[in-house]
């Protein structure tokens, strides 16, 4: 989501001349766009600023984004080497910003969203490997999970007119991107936001599948508790539309989902998995787990770990509960409790990753022995072999795919023959 925020920046940065360049030392305006969702995040993202403020004490560097949005008061105080501190809810004027920069001002801006929202029809460069893009749907969340500090950052649910959202997918397409990821904090919640509600996601998923093209489209995220089953009927409709699910689940102990504000349990989310792979058998299926929640006890982790076992995810990841100022949960604890659940989580962290993982090699083994299309993403220097992905294979998060081959291009699918598991990763020949 960050990503596309980026470049959002850039295309307006364009419109007074600027061009994007790979490298710091060869850019006279930096944004370190920063995330502001939990604390090691934060911490990552401050330490990037002072280390190119370091490295580059005399460009100008301004911090945009999350952190910007959630904490520019104390920014403001605390980082006051930074040229500007940029909010994330107008994205669009980051150029009126920049000038300001540029003419000697230091400045500090958290803007609402606009009345009338500078949509993304502006994007240009992309930030992502040849051939892949994100679409953004919508801004925000009406969840209240009450560990999650989105709301505060991103605000209630906004989602973008379908005209706005086709019309980028369309530009997506003419540029030659031949998969398009759908992003948003909910996608399911698209469009309830609207009096009228005149369009749902599944009818905007039917609008864009319809689109005229060569391009399959990937969903990521869609909470548990509101997982439309009628997705499953619109994708057996249409092909292009990869079944391919990503679920954040978090836990399986009822009474851990209940203090996170969550409505699922166990049960609940087994049958989805169940329903799911009876409509799709080879569907992949990909969550994420927070580990440490104030409420955990050693039953909730036993149960969480013999959810993981039974749904047998294809991918999934973990993170430890971070302790958020202004979510719902922040005072739940106190600050020696939660440190001791933090050291507690750390390491049985590494007890499930080690379960999932091997969960996640078990079930790439079908694969093995089939033909596939891989989009390649990069050439490999000097040797004929290049990096991509299957389309079980979701950008940034899953696993990869080694091409053996000759003449394959970047941002173009190849016919593959897949040999054999590597860790999470795949090794393939090509066969065309």
Do not use: W
């Amino acid at each position: 989501k960050n990503q596309v925020d980026a470049e959002v920046m850039v295309a307006s940065l364009a419109q007074d001349g600027y061009e994007s360049v790979e490298n710091a030392e060869d850019a006279s305006i930096i944004l370190v766009n920063t995330c502001g969702f939990i604390e090691s995040a934060r911490q990552e993202s401050i330490e990037t600023f002072f280390a190119l403020k370091e490295n580059f004490p005399d460009k100008k560097i301004l911090v945009t984004g999350c952190l910007s949005q959630r904490y520019a008061a104390e920014l403001d105080t605390d980082l006051v080497e930074a040229d500007a501190i940029f909010g994330n809810r107008d994205l669009a004027s980051i150029n009126k910003v920049v000038r300001k920069v540029v003419s000697g001002e230091r400045v500090i801006e958290v803007p609402e969203y606009p009345e009338v929202e500078n949509d993304y029809d502006s994007r240009g460069k992309l930030f992502n490997y040849p051939g892949s893009a994100y679409l953004k749907i919508s801004e925000g969340c009406n969840h209240r999970c009450r560990f999650c500090a989105i709301p505060i950052i991103r605000g209630s649910l906004r989602s973008r007119p379908k005209s706005a959202v086709l019309e980028d997918a369309t530009r997506l397409i003419e540029q030659g991107v031949k998969e398009i990821n759908i992003i948003a904090q909910d996608l399911a919640a698209y469009g309830t936001d609207t009096e009228a509600k005149s369009s749902t996601f599944l009818d905007l998923l039917e609008s864009i599948a319809l689109l005229q093209g060569d391009f399959v489209i990937r969903l990521l995220y869609i909470h548990p508790d509101a997982f439309p089953l009628a997705l499953l009927d619109v994708m057996k409709k249409y092909p292009k539309i990869l079944p391919y699910f990503d679920i954040p689940f978090q836990h399986a102990d009822t009474k851990v989902l209940r203090k996170m504000g969550r409505v699922g349990d166990k049960e609940t989310y087994l049958n989805l998995i169940k329903t799911i792979r009876s409509s799709f058998p080879d569907a992949v299926i990909r969550s994420t787990f927070l580990l440490g929640f104030t409420y955990e006890d050693e039953q909730a982790i036993e149960t969480l770990y013999a959810f993981i076992k039974e749904a047998n995810l294809d991918y999934a990841g973990t993170f430890i509960f971070s302790l958020e100022e202004g979510t719902p949960s922040y005072n739940d604890v106190e600050i020696d409790e939660y440190n001791r659940r933090v050291k507690k989580a750390l390491t049985y962290q590494k007890k499930v990753n080690k379960l999932t993982t091997s969960i996640t090699m078990k079930r790439l083994e079908r694969f093995v022995g089939r033909e596939m299309d891989v989009l390649i993403e990069e050439l490999v220097e000097q040797e004929e072999l290049a990096i991509g992905r299957t389309h079980y294979q979701a950008p940034e998060v899953d696993g990869l795919t080694v091409v053996m081959g000759k003449n394959l291009v970047p941002g173009s699918y190849v016919r593959c023959g897949i040999k054999k598991v590597n860790g999470i990763d795949l090794e393939a020949i090509a066969l065309s």
